[in-house]
């Protein structure tokens, strides 16, 4: 793309990244490209000024910076550096017009919107490993800041592997070639810049020849960007006080090879750090930056599995314009679902091991837990609540006993800042909650176990204290921490920038693998509470496949689903880009869905069947049936998002087994406070305090 052509298509797309102005008289205008003005981070910011008679005289805070400026046929475009922390004012003039906009400037180190930082904080760049091989150095502050490095690699011919680049001057006579999605076929040469924003170690990777093109810029393109942004979020858990030696594979052959600028920082990384409060921030400064390098993207794919789905479903939804359209896999929704499931998971399994389950069947087993018995002791449910990461000494972990004033690794500790913090306890506010859930009613019902069996099961399965140990008592959520948990927006909503985007996501089958932590059910959750606040999910395409690849072939092998899915999201986000009609967000991205994007799901075959995803029926359920979750089994519906229930009276008509006046009054003395009334809102539900909320 040529100079012109680029910098014409950064003004056409002024509007579609949210850029804000205050237009004066003839037309003339300042624009922030970057960024939001409000939330410019770093010091700079990329700016267009509309002047079309001459030139104009820009200021900052006073100061002449109209040389960052280049004309483009009366468009001035320019990297305006220099801004202080806090307020700044940038000012055009020509003549009699005149136009201004107001900066608010944030540190490059954060944070911005997502609270006090988190402390301790473990610096790991000298860990970090550069695509060359070599390591970052050790950082300069305690922010865990390190000066910006380049680095080249390139895929040999005929192989898969990338090499570091020997010569930035002369390219290997092996490099391969690879076509971008516009068509443009350039030598596989990856430059991957890497640095720190908001403490986290970032990567920016995009084709680009060093021996034929000068270094990327808003102004001068590589011939391999396809101007676009595909953002890479990265799952795990257990994630905090760390920086993290890791990133999402920016060198991702299913985004580089295809042109995509690929972003990716270590803070999204959920095993890094698993709050996605903090996760959505970095991704707006890192991002930005981005922007700042290379000039604004037609659009930007948010892209992630595991802990990733959780990134990219609730940025979209709580911080929208970061991300244009998401492709969710291997979806658990968020972590208080996530952790809630997990939570259940556990103290069900535990049970099973105990003398009460003795004697039941695989199937009764089955029933009473919903999804698929685990093999091997369950360890999930617990790394999400005690899990420090390795790098934390353990004498200053946190020991109730032993060293109650220590750094505490459960994950509500890691939403501190959204969850508000217990003054009894000095640690985050619990949202764990399990009282009055009636385990295995479904199994009841369906007569699969007995009565006494299901009182057993009740009786003896207990819950979980603020500290994440067991106990015999059921575990008490903090009524202010669930509400906190709903108005901040940690509980998915789904109707806030989530409803107007593209969505597709993919999903590698794995309910029946009794490993797995992927459960389909995640997939109607998320889905489900879109349609509950749109409506309908329209804008949320689901295609489904079977395991024979791995959980992870879609995230991670670019299997035939991915690249489908990837080409329609592209051509999706495109027709978008391209629409200047009038409409809503939602409006445009309804009307500018491939007509030929159905749901679908893929047989084991491979053969795809066009049909609508539903939690059961069909045939697609008929490969890949959902099971339901513990809580689910209890009676909580399909959209999982009820933290504490609200409680009623015991009643005999719930029940379809009889039950015997002994039992009965067994059943009163177990939920002598109530049992879940599935059909009312949860406890403190209510929907979030809106987008963009800072902490």
Known sequence: MSKKAAWSLGFALTLLVGASAMAATNDFSIHVLSSDPSRVTGGDALIEIVSPEAPPRVDANGRDVSMAFKNESGRYIGLVKGFTTGDNTLTAKQGSNSASVKIKNYPITGPVFAGPKEKPFICETAQFKLKDGKFLPAPKDADCSVDTVVTYVYRPAGTKEFKPLP???????????????TGETVPYVVRIETGTINRGVYEIAMLHNPTAEGDPSPATSPKGWNHRFAYLFAGGCGGMYRQGRNTQNVLSEQFTGLGYATIANSLNVFQNNCDDLLSSETAMMTREHAIKRLGLPLFTIGWGCSGGSHQVLLTADNYPGVLDGIMPMCTSVDFVRFGQNSSDVNLVFDWLKKP???????????AIAGVTLNTKPSTIGRSIATDCPDVLPKSERFDAKTNPNGVRCMWSDHFVNSLGRDPKTGFARNVVDNIGVQYGLAALNSGAISVDTFLDLNEQIGGYDVNGDWTQARGAGDPQGIRAAYRSGRVLNGGLGLKDIPVIEQRNYSDHDPQANHLKAGTFAAAGRVAREAGDRDNYIVLIESHREGEYAASQNGDTMSRYAIGKMDEWLTSIAKDAGVGSKRE????????DLVESCFDPEGKRIEEKQTFSGGKCNEFYPTYPSPRMVAGQSELQDIIKCQLKPVSPADYKAKLTDAQMSRLKKLFSGGVCDWTKPGVGQEKPAGTWQYF
Request: no cysteine; hydrophobic share 25%; charged share 30%.
């Open 167 to 181: 010569d930035r001057k002369t390219l290997p006579a092996d490099v391969a070639q690879t076509t971008t999605s």
């Open 356 to 366: 009460g389950a003795k004697g039941l069947t695989d199937a009764q087993k089955h």
């Open 588 to 595: 445009k991205t309804l009307r500018n869905k491939p007509k």
